[in-house]
């Protein structure tokens, strides 16, 4: 380093460090306030949800620590900030689209690429036959000013195929029923004293809503009240309920339950969730199903004519497949089948609202069933918390002092014990203090030395209360807003552990799986250093949706004497969930949020979770999991200020995810004519909570981006119908893709099984809480042993250029399958073992794969019809799991120029990006490289991605696979535009959706909108010769080409593609 750059890099730290230290002098210590933090939330959400607002400004009086926050919470929620202006005139400004200084939109483009082309000579003599057709290719597309790709030609568009018939559930028939058991003891709920009520309104009402607290037993109940007056009332032939959860494991919790109350079998009560599915299909009069069961059931049924009562639970949680269900009751369902009951409950349910939404064709009646909670539960903010632990922490440093453990906050006496402070304190009515806070009526729990101590963190006055929140806060506010104090709560668990009943278990709600590690770790003691050696030996149960029922299961299980069960959850333990030995909840306050942004369909979609503040309703739902079975407590690790703060209900899911596949499936239900309706948008705004026009129209736009759907009326396409069979299949729309261009390209199987496992939200390699280093090494060096093995004949070159993870997770699913049919030299414990995989996801997965090729038989899709043969060839293999890739990820890519001083990839619209620390992909040093395709230099890296998503303050994506330009050219992309230089009319530039460029000679630039144009279209022509073979109306010379010439062509580019990348 020279001497002048030294003495400027020193210069800069010094002038950082000068304005470090002045932000520390000037700016108060609260500037991070609780109110002004929660001030910043409501912004933040405002901008989010509202499509009318696309930017806000803040007041130019924030200080420079308030503006550092808003900077990194800013990064966190998927938005843009700007700061303009200077001294007292500086604004800072929050977006959802990254701006300029102007408060512009940024608009990226890339330099051009020189590509030196070298066609095969079979490719070559090809390019001449078709000599005429690439000059009129070249002509209409100039003449055109750029063309959608996919609709170059457009006399080939595909069309819908006629209706496919589906089969409902079967109908019911006669057969006797079992009643409650004599010994049941359920009858002491607190909602049975209104069955008779409940029952009226049903029987009177198409629609009735129910509110009732937690744990009054309306899940397990009222389903029953509505068969027992059945069998009652000689109906039960004509009776059959399905009751939806919104999680598995509630559905399948809830039928075991009943079915124990009732002493029956699964031919009774049974349940259905993805996967698994234990019910009579012509006996069952009561099923728990989730809401995407109900779903297809009703795709097979439109007028759920197969069963009497619908019982939609947790209704407040509004996921958007609830709302897609209450949109298709409303327009729909109820109009044509006037005998179907639908209840809809909730403990914490927005009652006017849901009952006003059927209004006016359907006057709804609310029932309330109010303060009838089994058990009390006492509420313990964190004020409460803190004093609790401050004073246990004296207690027991100083036990053996007199007068040194607890304080009267009325006279400030001292006493050495619980019990001769709780005395005292009974009876102190000192005058010359602020008097405390009323104790609550009845203590939640026993009255043993633990509750004295419950209670005396209660009796303090709200000066020391909120002091003591006001003194943690100011010293871990920003981070108690970023995230969750683990430290705290593993005190919290330390200190229950240390004084309560070893019986009585505890249940932890916390954001995610991240945070259940961290967590698990910390009360482990790694890092924490809290051991249990004098206390229960702690039983640490996690309950994650990424688990397996099995291991969900073992939060029901009973530990032994000597453990106390310790349940670290997420959301997934919210409601409809009862573990009978749970006595205190710890509510962190927080939970995962799905998002999707995207502001229009060229900006990079961001789709993934942030950790958000709940709402009320979730904390009500959290503290009602204690309490079921006896009294409890709740520890609410936030202040009560922040509790008021919060939204009162859930913000609906339908307007912050994707609608891509359910505004296909809508469409598909229309064009099957199980739904009537003009515009799919004006079909939306029936929902609880319309979505956007921005998000509706920037979805619309993608769905035609991908030829599932006309640019003119959205309608739907050959492309589109399959799409949408596939997304019911469970398939995401990008694999869903991968399956059609894998049947296309001829690699069919290897197509259908990258798609299944890279729709499973889990990994299929081991990942466990508190993972040695050395084996998450093992994982990094199985998946790059994965990648190198299955190539060993083709170039190293390839292999090092291109890293691919999703080639990697393919590489898992197919050696596992290979070994799990007897295939191999190895069994499948040895496999999994030797590459870290996880066999239990890895089996889910297969059987996924198998299921849906099974299905997709019936639409014409299937290894005997693809249209080209495997190929042997590894290095052919390779090329192609490229090409079945970029049509399908497409707009997900970033670039990295190859001269530059930036390391970072970026989007479209320049947003930087970083990789997933699981992905193989590295990113590569940039520096001008040979080229492979001749001596230029390849100025510009690629990389396509399944999933961007944001953690803490950077944009990571994950499932990355790096790309060769050429690539790029020939299968991204959805409009082509040719430019010509005025300088040089020999020269063409062929753009890319306005911000990727490459530049060809003339000549050559018409061969490559021919090669490109032509691909596009034998792919819409072989679907709808798949099409045809299958329905029986094959006629080849209504689609152009034979396909023998398309074939021809096809292989011939492949070749070339072999060659080029080799």
């Given at each position: 380093m020279t001497k002048s750059k030294k003495r400027k890099r020193e210069t800069h730290s010094k002038s950082r460090n000068m304005k470090k230290n002045a932000y520390t002098v000037k700016d108060p210590p609260d500037s991070l306030?609780?109110?002004?933090?929660?001030?910043?939330?409501?912004?933040?959400?405002?901008?989010?949800?509202?499509?009318?607002?696309?930017?806000?400004?803040?007041?130019?009086?924030?200080?420079?620590?308030?503006?550092?926050?808003?900077?990194?919470?800013?990064?966190?929620?998927?938005?843009?900030?700007?700061?303009?202006?200077?001294?007292?005139?500086?604004?800072?400004?929050?977006?959802?689209?990254?701006?300029?200084?102007?408060?512009?939109?940024?608009?990226?483009?890339?330099?051009?690429?020189?590509?030196?082309?070298?066609?095969?000579?079979?490719?070559?003599?090809?390019?001449?036959?078709?000599?005429?057709?690439?000059?009129?290719?070249?002509?209409?597309?100039?003449?055109?000013g750029g063309q959608e790709s996919k609709n170059a030609l457009e006399r080939l568009r595909a069309v819908a195929p006629r209706r496919v018939n589906f089969r409902p559930l079967r109908p019911l028939q006669k057969k006797r029923s079992s009643s409650r058991s004599q010994d049941d003891k359920s009858g002491t709920l607190p909602v049975h004293k209104y069955k008779k009520k409940i029952l009226k309104l049903i029987h009177r009402n198409q629609v009735v809503v129910i509110s009732g607290d937690t744990g009054c037993g309306k899940s397990t109940q009222i389903p029953q009240f509505v068969l027992d007056d059945a069998i009652a009332s000689g109906t039960e032939s004509s009776t059959r309920i399905v009751c939806t959860q919104p999680r598995r494991l509630s559905a399948i919790s809830l039928a075991a339950r009943v079915r124990q109350e009732r002493n029956c079998t699964t031919s009774q009560v049974g349940h259905a969730v993805r996967f698994e599915a234990h019910y009579d299909a012509r006996h069952s009069k009561l099923i728990f199903c989730t809401t995407g069961t109900l779903l297809k059931w009703l795709n097979g049924d439109p007028e759920a004519t197969s069963f009497s009562h619908l019982i939609i639970d947790e209704a407040h949680e509004r996921d958007r497949l609830v709302d897609f269900v209450l949109i298709l009751l409303k327009t729909s369902i109820l109009e044509h089948n006037r005998n179907l009951k639908v209840i809809l409950m909730s403990a914490t349910i927005e009652e006017s609202k849901f009952a006003t939404y059927f209004q006016p064709k359907l006057e709804v009646p609310v029932f309330r069933m109010e303060n009838q909670r089994c058990f009390p539960v006492d509420i313990f903010f964190l004020e409460e918390t803190l004093l609790l632990l401050q004073t246990a922490s004296t207690t027991t440093a100083d036990r053996n002092r007199p007068h040194s453990g607890w304080k009267c906050a009325n006279c400030s006496q001292r006493f050495s014990t619980p019990h001769e402070f709780g005395t005292h304190a009974a009876s102190c009515f000192d005058t010359g203090h602020k008097s405390p806070t009323p104790p609550p009526e009845s203590t939640s729990v026993a009255k043993t030395p633990f509750a004295e101590m419950l209670r005396s963190a209660q009796l303090c006055s709200d000066v020391e209360k909120e002091q003591a929140s006001k003194n943690y806060l100011m010293h871990r506010g920003k981070a108690e807003d970023k995230g969750v104090d683990h430290d705290l709560i593993s005190r919290l668990i330390a200190f229950i552990n240390e004084h309560a009943s070893p019986s009585e278990s505890i249940l932890v709600f916390l954001p995610g799986w991240d945070d259940i590690c961290c967590l698990e770790r910390a009360l482990y003691g790694d890092g924490y250093g809290y051991g249990y050696d004098d206390h229960p030996k702690l039983m640490l149960v996690l309950l994650h949706s990424r688990l397996s029922p099995q291991e969900q299961q073992r939060a029901f299980e009973i530990p032994k004497a000597s453990e106390r069960k310790v349940i670290l959850a997420t959301n997934i333990a919210e409601t409809s969930l009862t573990i009978e030995d749970v006595v205190y909840v710890i509510d962190s306050g927080k939970s995962k949020q799905s998002h999707a942004l995207a502001v229009s369909a060229e900006s990079s979609f961001v789709s993934g979770v942030e950790t958000t503040w709940c709402s009320q309703a979730n904390c009500v739902q959290r503290s009602g999991r204690a309490g079921r079975v006896g009294p409890g407590v709740c520890f609410r690790v936030f202040t009560k200020a922040r509790f008021n703060?919060?939204?009162?209900?859930?913000?609906?899911?339908?307007?912050?995810?994707?609608?891509?596949?359910?505004?296909?499936?809508?469409?598909?239900?229309?064009?099957?004519?199980?739904?009537?309706?003009?515009?799919?948008?004006?079909?939306?705004?029936?929902?609880?909570?319309?979505?956007?026009?921005?998000?509706?129209?920037?979805?619309?736009?993608?769905?035609?981006?991908?030829?599932?759907?006309?640019?003119?009326?959205?309608?739907?396409?050959?492309?589109?119908?399959?799409?949408?069979?596939?997304?019911?299949?469970?398939?995401?729309?990008?694999?869903?893709?991968?399956?059609?261009?894998?049947?296309?390209?001829?690699?069919?199987?290897?197509?259908?099984?990258?798609?299944?496992?890279?729709?499973d939200s889990r990994e299929p390699f081991i990942y466990y809480v508190g993972m040695h280093p050395d084996d998450r090494q093992r994982v990094r060096s199985a998946k790059f042993r994965l990648m190198s093995e299955c190539n060993v004949d083709s170039p190293p070159k390839m292999i090092e250029m291109y890293p691919s993870d999703h080639y990697v997770f393919y590489q898992a699913l197919l050696q596992y399958a290979t070994v799990r049919n007897g295939h191999g030299s190895m069994n499948v414990m040895q496999l999994c073992k030797l590459n870290m995989l996880n066999r239990s996801v890895l089996e889910q997965i297969n059987n996924t794969c198998r299921s849906t090729t099974n299905d997709l038989v019936d639409f014409g899709l299937s290894r005997s019809t693809q249209f080209r043969n495997d190929s042997a060839n590894p290095s052919e293999r390779f090329t192609a799991f490229f090409a079945i890739l970029c049509p399908s990820l497409y707009p997900n890519l970033l670039s990295l120029q190859a001269i530059g001083k930036s390391r970072r990839w970026a989007s479209r619209d320049n947003v930087k990006v970083a990789m997933d620390n699981s992905s193989c992909v590295t990113a590569p040093v940039p520096t001008a490289q040979p080229s492979i395709y001749g001596p230029n230099v390849e100025s510009i890296y690629w990389l396509m991605y399944q999933e961007m998503t944001q953690h803490k303050d950077v944009r990571t994506v994950k499932l990355n696979t790096r790309l060769p330009s050429l690539l790029v050219l020939l299968l991204m992309g959805r409009k082509l535009e040719i430019r010509h230089k005025k300088q040089d009319d020999t020269k063409a530039m062929l753009v890319l959706d306005d911000w990727i460029q490459f530049s060809f000679p003339k000549n050559e630039a018409k061969q490559i909108v021919y090669i490109r144009n032509r691909i596009h279209a034998a792919f819409f022509r072989h679907l709808q010769r798949c099409w045809q073979r299958h329905s029986g109306e094959n006629n080849d010379n209504e689609v152009g080409p034979q396909p023998e010439e398309d074939r021809e062509f096809i292989d011939a580019v492949f070749e070339w593609l072999d060659d080029a990348l080799s």
């Open positions: 306030n609780e109110a002004f933090c929660m001030m910043v939330q409501r912004k933040f959400d405002i901008l989010k949800t509202d499509s009318s607002i696309s930017s806000f400004s803040f007041a130019a009086t924030l200080n420079n620590t308030q503006r550092c926050y808003i900077h990194t919470k800013a990064k966190k929620s998927f938005l843009f900030t700007k700061s303009t202006g200077s001294g007292s005139g500086r604004r800072l400004h929050l977006s959802r689209e990254l701006m300029n200084a102007k408060q512009e939109k940024i608009q990226r483009h890339l330099p051009p690429q020189l590509i030196n082309l070298h066609f095969p000579e079979k490719l070559g003599l090809l390019l001449s036959k078709y000599e005429r057709e690439i000059e009129a290719e070249y002509e209409r597309c100039c003449k055109k703060g919060m939204n009162q209900s859930i913000v609906p899911e339908i307007l912050n995810t994707p609608l891509e596949d359910l505004l296909l499936d809508t469409i598909l239900s229309r064009w099957e004519g199980k739904l009537h309706f003009g515009s799919v948008t004006k079909w939306f705004t029936n929902a609880l909570d319309p979505p956007s026009s921005i998000a509706m129209e920037a979805a619309l736009q993608r769905l035609t981006d991908i030829g599932a759907l006309t640019p003119e009326y959205f309608e739907l396409t050959l492309v589109g119908w399959y799409l949408s069979r596939m997304t019911r299949c469970g398939l995401t729309i990008p694999a869903a893709q991968m399956v059609l261009w894998g049947h296309f390209f001829g690699h069919y199987t290897m197509a259908m099984q990258t798609a299944c496992v890279v729709s």
